[in-house]
């Protein structure tokens, strides 16, 4: 279920640089073997630095991610975070995120529900105006407003090495290396 990698700012340019796209695939890959061995080291083990960063859990009303109510809570959170970057007034501009975490996802109308494996590795460029740039490896769980992004209104587990840039309005441009998406409120309804 582990899978980590702290995801370099260098994946970031490469994600996002004019190069073509099985180049930058092979760029993602290589910066991702090269990382491995130390993003476990942290995960597995607490460093100096790195802190918890548990996950709360969450509804949304039908029609806001699913065509039903949806909660989230996590099951598994082991999620931890170091800053990387801070500004000048001290507030975090990069952090890392990596750790198992697991989110039982339930349509609280049925009942029904699906355990999604979030426990990727994110970088996160936290920007002044209040949007973010997401640089991933693995499984991320991410909601989608009607007409909020790239993907179309509904709650994914997105695996792969990709990007996402989160507007200061909330938009949200997936930029996808190699990555799949997996339709959870279909899994639910």
């Avoid at 859990?57 to 699913?66: D, E, I, L, S, Y």
């Avoid at 959170?77 to 507030?91: A, K, Q, Y």
């Avoid at 952090?95 to 996160?124: E, F, I, K, P, W």
Wanted: glycine share 8%.
């Amino acid at each position: 279920m582990r899978r980590t990698i702290i995801a370099l700012s260098a994946l970031a340019a490469v994600l996002l640089s004019a190069v073509p796209t099985s180049a930058a695939t092979a760029a993602t890959a290589a910066t991702a073997a090269s990382a491995a061995t130390a993003a476990s080291e942290a995960a597995t083990v607490t460093l100096p630095g790195w802190e918890p960063a548990p996950s709360a859990p969450w509804t949304v009303p039908a029609g806001a991610r699913c065509d039903f109510p949806v909660h989230g809570e996590p099951v598994v959170d082991e999620v931890v975070r170091r800053v990387l970057e801070r500004r000048p007034d001290g507030s975090a501009k990069r952090v890392a995120y990596t750790g198992d975490l697991v989110v039982r996802v339930t349509n609280t109308d049925t009942g029904a529900s699906y355990d999604a494996d979030a426990s990727g590795t994110a970088v996160v460029e936290y920007r002044t105006d209040g949007s973010q740039f997401w640089s991933v490896l693995g499984p991320v769980l991410v909601g989608f407003a009607e007409g909020g992004g790239t993907l179309a209104r509904g709650l994914y587990v997105i695996d792969g090495a990709y990007t996402m840039d989160i507007s200061a309005t909330g938009y949200k441009t997936v930029t996808m290396a190699h990555a799949t998406s997996d339709d959870l409120c279909a899994r639910i309804d």
